[in-house]
């Protein structure tokens, strides 16, 4: 069964710092897309961010980042210059066999002013 | 708006009532997804469909939950003699299979309150 798995249920930075959120995964498929999503209290889950398993090269979108150790099925999400706006729940996603998205428990990230 | 819409937002129902949930996704979207998701946690997969057709329905899914797709259009989330652990936020989400690439466009999601 596919897993995935994020460790930090909460994470507090001041703005314009650089946050990382931690996410483990764990499936029998040889490609697979990875997936960071952002809830924004009260408002619908929105994508921030894609990896595709097969790619070494890790993906990019302006100030989020994200580092994918395939060998040791990592994918974590860096934000840089973190802004109040960024206040969410952020969700670690799996696909599988391109069928279902499995996601992560969630990491509450609030941006302190 | 031609993003996935879900109706209601909000539905309070006493326990033992049955209440039904509708998505609309996105109109060239054959995939759609639904997920319950509960206070401070990840969304857990519940079903989904390819078109007109239910490929997958979890464990989680008793037999007092029923999703249909007809015409694979819209879809509606049926749930019969509603239970206290089934409030809960309703999500429903759709995909345009490219590959590989499933990267699915979520609703506003319905959440249930059964008192």
């Known amino acids: 069964a596919q897993t995935v798995t994020q460790s930090q249920p909460e994470m507090s930075v001041q703005e314009a710092e650089t946050v990382t959120l931690s996410c483990t995964y764990d499936?029998?498929?040889?490609?697979?897309?990875l997936f960071w999503y952002k809830q924004p209290p009260s408002r619908q889950m929105i994508l921030v961010i894609r990896?595709?398993?097969?790619?070494?090269q890790n993906a990019t979108e302006n100030r989020f980042s994200v580092n994918f150790q395939k060998a040791a099925k990592s994918f974590s999400l860096k934000i840089s210059d973190s802004q109040l706006g960024d206040t969410a729940m952020y969700f670690c996603?799996?696909?599988?066999?391109?069928?279902?998205?499995?996601f992560g428990q969630g990491t509450r990230l609030t941006i302190n002013p | 708006d031609t993003g996935v819409s879900q109706d209601p937002r909000h539905k309070i129902t006493k326990r033992g009532q049955n209440v039904t949930f509708r998505c609309d996704p996105i109109s060239e979207h054959n995939r759609l997804y639904w997920y319950r998701q509960t206070l401070g946690q990840g969304p857990e997969f519940l079903t989904y469909f390819q078109n007109e057709a239910q490929l997958e329905k979890s464990r989680l899914l008793s037999d007092r939950f029923s999703a249909e797709r007809p015409k694979g259009s819209f879809s509606t989330l049926e749930i019969q003699r509603t239970e206290q652990g089934d409030s809960a936020m309703y999500l429903c989400a759709s995909a345009s299979l490219v590959g590989m690439n499933t990267e699915a466009f979520f609703g506003q999601g319905t959440r249930l309150t059964v008192v």
């Open positions: 996603a799996c696909n599988q066999g391109a069928q279902k998205l499995v």
């Open positions: 499936t029998s498929e040889n490609n697979y897309y």
């Open positions: 990896q595709e398993a097969y790619k070494q």
